[in-house]
Every structure is written in C-alpha cells, then in structure tokens.
C-alpha cells in the first residue's frame, strides 16, 4: 500500500529535550511538508521540502530543524529552542509543488507532549 | 499574507438534513482550493479539489463549489449520516503551500 507513515503516534518531551519526528512516503513524491496543528486553529507550515537535499522554512520555523537526504524521509526534529511544542503533528507529500501541486497526502500525525 | 476563514465552527444536525459548510479566503490569487475531513485525533483525509480554473466539484454526495472572485467556497453534504461527524477543514494553495482554515466540526446526531 503507498501511503504516509509517521512515527511515533506519541511522543512525550521532557523540558530541555531534543526529539525527532519521523515522516516516511512511498508515493514517489517530490514535495513533502510539516504542519503544526494546535486546537481551534488551522494547519500551520513548519518546514517545506520541493527536492531532496532542499528544505525551505515555513511559516512557524523558529525552534524546529528538519533534513531531507532520501526522497522518501524527511523527520522534523524538535529542539529545546521550541518554547510550546506541545501540538498535534502532520506530515504530507505531493506530487509537485506550487502550481503544479495535486493534492496533499496526510500522515496520521504524531502527537507531542512536553512533561 | 492569506486568511481563511470557516464558518461556522460547530453545526449539529439530525440525521437526513444537508450540510452547508462556508470556506472564505482573502486573496483570490489561488491554484486550487481543497476540502479535508479529519476525525478525531487522525490525519487529514482529501475530499474534493477544485482548481482555480473550475467552479465546482462533485463525488458522491459531496459537492463543492468555488467563487474566487468573492474569495468562497461551500461544500454541501446531502442526506448527512452519522458517519460524516468529522471537523472539515478548507484550504487553499498560494505559490507553494497550503492555507488553512480552523475547519467545522460537524456533528450528525442519529
């Protein structure tokens, strides 16, 4: 089956931690992004991917990292520098990128706690 | 810098009665604009696409239509079942990202 896996489903943090997020695709796509989602709010861009080896910052970048050395991977690590990392995480990929992009393809979403 | 906006929030219905879901966006300079389903504590799922070029899409008893000179777009659930309780989420795609809204979340009472 193609599709978005993301692991771990949850993810506790303590204050001070470094954690990663992880993002797999087998769909061959070329774009694949991080979205932050907090309750009541809308999806917000971290940290976009149009290429391998290219990452570009979102809209919400400050205190995340991300790399994107294979096609099919791009984990999102979050640092200490992350003031409120708590949030409900996605991952999705696309065919293309601006206006060549289809639609998104989400992951089920990793769910992060900071004790 | 573009603002979606999802009203309402929250709508309750009984089962049977269409859904009418409001998307509005602030700049009209868009590629397409999409629906997305999300239950509960899950990912987003792709229901319609409508591109910029287009007026409305159909799939089942969705449809979505798309007016990006007034910057809206309505989605109508006909003949709602319980099953289609979720938040919908509307978004719209400028350059290279997505836009969204803070969704509905319907809930469809039995």
């Known amino acids: 089956d193609g599709g978005i896996t993301q692991s771990p489903k949850y993810l506790f943090r303590k204050e001070g931690q470094n954690v990663t997020l992880s993002c797999e695709q087998n769909l061959n796509h070329d774009a694949m992004y991080w979205y932050r989602q907090d309750p009541g709010q809308g999806l917000r861009l971290i940290y976009y991917s149009q290429i391998v080896n290219d990452f570009q910052k979102g809209d919400i970048a400050e205190g995340y990292s991300v790399s994107r050395e294979k096609k099919e991977s791009f984990p999102l690590t979050v640092t200490s520098a992350q003031k409120n990392p708590t949030a409900f995480y996605l991952c999705?990929?696309?065919?293309?990128?601006?206006?060549?992009?289809?639609?998104?393809?989400f992951g089920p979403g990793t769910r992060l706690t900071v004790l | 810098k573009q603002e979606v906006t999802q009203i309402p929030a929250a709508l309750s219905v009984p089962e049977g009665e269409n859904l009418v879901l409001n998307c509005s966006f602030t700049d009209s300079a868009i590629y397409n604009l999409q629906w997305f389903r999300q239950d509960p504590g899950k990912g987003l799922t792709s229901l319609l696409l409508i591109q910029s070029s287009q007026r409305e899409q159909t799939s089942g008893r969705l449809n979505a239509s798309l007016d990006k000179s007034s910057g809206r777009s309505t989605l109508y659930i006909a003949a709602s079942q319980p099953g289609d309780s979720a938040t919908y989420l509307c978004?719209?795609?400028?350059?290279?990202?997505?836009?969204f809204g803070a969704g509905t979340t319907v809930t469809v009472r039995a």
């Open positions: 999705a990929s696309s065919i293309g990128w601006g206006e060549a992009a289809d639609t998104q393809y």
């Open positions: 978004a719209v795609s400028n350059d290279y990202k997505l836009s």
